[in-house]
Nanobody
Framework: QVQLVESGGGLVQAGGSLRLSCAAS????????MGWFRQAPGKEREFVAA????????TYAESVKGRFAISRDNAKNTVYLQMNSLKPEDTAVYYC???????????????WGQGTQVTVSS
């Protein structure tokens, strides 16, 4: 059984930064791509960023490109999302997920964390 636990969310002013972490249980973490998604109230869950199993390739949503950076530490079974220049429209619950590839589609991911709230004030 795989468990994913996000942390690092909180309240930040526009223009600020946050770093989200996602700790994974199990010994197969390094075999899988990982992704971050987010869901704002009343909206569909949307893709944010993804990274291959090795960390050698990343993919970003256009809305966060140049502001967010995904990375991973396979020795610590952890994936990170560094969020800079935050905007009020980044406010959402952020989820990490394990995927078969660094895709942008929800059904490519099989295990999900419980989410961490990010609120950006204007």
């Amino acid at each position: 059984q795989v468990q994913l636990v996000e942390s690092g969310g909180g309240l930040v002013q526009a223009g600020g930064s946050l770093r989200l972490s996602c700790a994974a249980s199990g010994r197969t973490f390094s075999n899988y791509a990982m992704g971050w998604f987010r869901q704002a109230p009343g909206k569909e869950r949307e893709f944010v960023a993804a990274i291959t199993w090795s960390g050698g390739s990343t993919t970003y949503a256009e809305s966060v490109k140049g502001r967010f950076a995904i990375s991973r530490d396979n020795a610590k079974n952890t994936v990170y999302l560094q969020m800079n220049s935050l905007k009020p429209e980044d406010t959402a619950v952020y989820y990490c997920a394990r995927g078969r590839g660094p895709g942008t589609i929800r059904n490519e991911y099989d295990y999900w964390g419980q989410g961490t709230q990010v609120t950006v004030s204007s």
